[in-house]
């Protein structure tokens, strides 16, 4: 028997409950878990809300780190024992034990402990996309980072500062700037309380950012644009003010032949060799200090609701965990 979070209809944190559930033997291509640590994102509190459409009745959760105790007839990469973490595949990470497909897999080093791999993974490989795919950031490269005190800025603005970048980061309330400065920040902006292209020309002896960071969305995509040196890049990487505007292409040569993207997670590790590999980068900055895996919150499994307010209403500093 194990215990699963499951949802019958979207809504509030009040539609998570927890049900017993027998344990089916995998298919052939799938294991079984025993999950140790479960990672809550902001993605989650998307989909229960009925933003992300998910399949109803179901669980939820893309993010966990276990050991596999059930192998199925044609699993060869994986056996029983085996330490393991996974981000995507199929929804259902928040329950004690689940089945879950191989080959999505990742082993897990014994350096990493299972708390650490669901604090990072799923917002590691995001961090690592991000500044290695999406915009090659490098010494000298000027970032702007907003949100950067949150989950994913945490991992963000230490790994943009080790590749050499200058880094900006901007906050949304003045309790956070010693927070963003001791993650490595050259220079931190409150939102609302400066205007935000200007300190940024100001910064960068106006020079403006190589590349924007923008999870923030309709509230700040106009000052993002603002904030670009001449062919620079925005990235659109959430809207937790809303969705950003349409913007006319036109727009984009006006402002300096800036390019604009929304990068998303699935595109960067649908390719097996691919999300192993940026996993095991991930890992790799893990074990040597560039990034240190801090969860704000341990709740326990059947406390999901509460994890979800607490996420949802900006009451964390920082990645959430389950624990079975």
């Known amino acids: 028997m194990a215990t699963a979070i499951r949802m019958t209809q979207t809504g509030g944190p009040e539609v998570l409950t927890p049900e017993t559930i027998e344990q089916p033997e995998p298919g052939p291509d799938e294991v079984w878990i025993e999950q140790e640590a479960i990672g809550v994102n902001y993605l989650d509190v998307t989909q229960r809300k009925g933003a992300v459409p998910i399949p109803l009745p179901g669980g939820l959760g893309l993010e966990g780190a276990g050991r596999v105790t059930t192998i199925g007839s044609a699993v060869t990469d994986f056996a029983v024992g085996d330490r393991v973490a996974y981000i995507l595949g199929p929804l259902g990470a928040y329950a004690s034990g689940r089945l879950y497909p191989a080959e999505r897999l990742v082993r897990l080093p014994d350096s990493i402990s299972f708390e650490d791999a669901a604090t990072v993974l799923f917002k590691g490989i995001t961090a690592q996309y991000l500044l290695k795919s999406t915009y090659p950031v490098g010494p000298g490269t000027v970032v702007l980072l907003y949100g950067v005190a949150g989950g994913l800025g945490q991992i963000m603005a230490p790994w943009a500062k080790h590749l050499g970048a200058f880094v900006i980061g901007v906050v949304s309330k003045e309790a956070s700037v010693e927070r963003a400065r001791s993650l490595g920040c050259d220079a931190v902006l409150v939102w609302g309380s400066c205007d935000l292209p200007k300190e940024v020309a100001a910064l960068t002896n106006g020079r403006k950012a190589d590349v924007v960071y923008d999870g923030i969305g309709r509230e700040t995509f106009g000052a993002s644009l603002d904030s670009l040196r001449p062919r620079g890049l925005l990235a659109s990487i959430g809207a937790s003010t809303g969705a950003p505007p349409p913007i006319e292409v036109g727009t984009l040569n006006a402002k300096g032949s800036l390019f604009l993207t ?63």
Request: hydrophobic letters at 50%.
């Open 262 to 324: 929304r990068p998303g997670l699935a595109a960067h590790a649908t390719d097996l060799a691919e999300y192993r590999g940026r996993a095991e980068d991930v890992f790799s900055a893990v074990r040597s200090g560039i990034i240190r895996p801090l969860a704000w919150r341990t709740f326990a499994l059947a406390e999901a609701a509460a994890a979800h307010a607490a996420l949802e209403g900006g009451a964390s500093a920082g990645p959430i965990l389950l624990k079975p």
